[in-house]
């Protein structure tokens, strides 16, 4: 008989409205009715033992929560969770872990961590940075056709950007499909919701796609890469340290990809270049 299969973590259904009814004056001093976007401090514990406050638009804590231990590699299997539960009144997640002794080596694994240039300030420990390397990317071929086909779908999307601004975007795709669009404060809270989704639903990254409105910092790097994700596409920019990065992990960086235009900054042995545009000035 086949092994059962294991029996997911409880969540919570906690999440938060995106946005809130303000008012404010235009240009000409009239009042206006607007929409901000919502941020709440959300402090993660493991059985009741704190490891971060977060930043959060709130519409995805649960996810949130499991998305982070995965990729600082706190927690090592979905399968040593056994609920995730979400208390606004007291801002907190509490993941419960099958030991009940919260997260192992606690004092090495988070004894050293960096500040990232994520917004909402991010963190990497020490844990993460010594498991990235164990990451074993496989390029995937990426067509022209199909980006363009992909960043169209993608404006479909953004809906608290468009309502209020003051948030990032990021996307799980496979092919020109969107698997999963997350909209929060910081691109890498947004990231870290994804990585929970396909961390709960068992979903593999190998032949996906990710998809960030921010800019492709080495935090994001490496977030892609212990997600298992090959391509990496924003429609920001690249740092310097982002790039070296990705050239030493293997991660296809595509940027300031926007309508018809893109730049490929690693892996563009992998880009199929069959959808080249007019020239401006040139005919075809």
Known sequence: ?????PI????????LAP???VTALDQFGDSRDVRVS???????????QEVVTLMTLGTHPELLALGYLRNQRLIDSIDAITSVEVDWESESVNVATTSGQG?????EKLGKRTITTGCGQGTVFSCTLDKLYDQKLTPVQIKQSLLYELLTAITQYN??????????????CHAQQIL????DVGRHNAADAISGKMWLEDIDGADKIFYTTGRLTSEMVMKVTLMGIPVLLSRSGVTHMGLELARDLGVTMIARAKGKSFLVYNG?????????????????
């Open 19 to 21: 946005t809130h009814a």
């Open 8 to 15: 997911k973590p409880r969540l919570s259904q906690a999440g």
């Open 180 to 183: 999963s669009f997350v909209e």
């Open 268 to 284: 563009s042995e992998n880009v199929i270049y069959d959808a080249i545009p007019k020239r401006p000035g040139r005919s075809q």
């Open 103 to 107: 997260i192992s080596n606690w004092q």
């Open 1 to 5: 008989m086949p092994a059962p299969k």
């Open 38 to 48: 919502g941020e709440s401090p959300l402090t993660l514990k493991v059985d009741q």
């Open 159 to 172: 809906e608290i950007y468009k309502q209020a601004g003051a948030v990032h975007g990021c996307a799980l």
